[in-house]
Every structure is written in C-alpha cells, then in structure tokens.
C-alpha cells in the first residue's frame, strides 16, 4: 500500500506561481510511474503531468506545457509539481497519484492523494 499526501495548494493571482508536493509512505516510490492530476467543479479529472519512475521520461498536458514542471526526488519519497504562469482555468483540486505505466488511465491508477486545492484570481 501506498499512502499519498499532497500540499502546497493555496490562492494566487494570475501569473503567479506554486509548487505542490506529494509524500508518500507505506512503501517507496521509485517502482512507481508519479501522477498529477486536477478536476474542476463539474468537470472530470484530466491529466496534468507524469514521471517516470526514475525521472527520465516526462509529460504534460497541451494545456500545461511550458509552464508547469513535474520533478521526484526517490531519496525523499516524494514528486513535486512547479506551477509558472498560472491562469484561472488552472483552478481546481489538485491530484497525486502512483501507478505504473508513464501515460495512465485515470480509471486504473491504484494510489492516490486526497487532493490540494489550487485557486487562481483573475
């Protein structure tokens, strides 16, 4: 089992910046692809970005690319998302998750976070 906790969440205006943080306990996370992912009142959840288990391979959203950064540090059992340049529609809770394959299925991804709240004002 893996237990995950995200924070960092907060309110900030437009074109501001945040840095979430993800932990993990239970077990390591470095057999584990690392997951974010945020839903939107009234929307479904929808991929952000991914890393690999060791760092090599990352990716990202259309909609994130160019500003946000994923990073993990195995050493510390946790994985980093840098948001730059934020927007209002980056608005929503903000999801961790654990799995194993670099591109996910939201459906099939066995850990997540309980989720951090991200507002932006326009």
């Known amino acids: 089992q893996v237990q995950l906790v995200e924070s960092g969440g907060g309110l900030v205006q437009a074109g501001g910046s945040l840095r979430l943080s993800c932990a993990a306990s239970?077990?390591?996370?470095?057999?584990?692809?690392m997951y974010w992912f945020r839903q939107a009142p009234g929307k479904e959840r929808e991929f952000v970005a991914s890393?690999?288990?060791?760092?090599?391979?990352?990716y990202y959203a259309d909609s994130v690319k160019g500003r946000f950064t994923i990073s993990r540090d195995n050493a510390k059992n946790a994985v980093y998302l840098e948001m730059n340049s934020l927007k209002p529609e980056d608005t929503a809770v903000y999801y961790c998750?654990?799995?194993?394959?670099?591109?996910?299925?939201?459906?099939?991804?066995?850990?997540w976070g309980q989720g951090t709240q991200v507002t932006v004002s326009s």
């Open positions: 890393i690999s288990w060791i760092g090599a391979n990352t």
């Open positions: 998750g654990a799995g194993w394959p670099i591109i996910p299925d939201v459906n099939s991804i066995p850990y």
């Open positions: 239970g077990r390591t996370l470095s057999s584990y692809a």
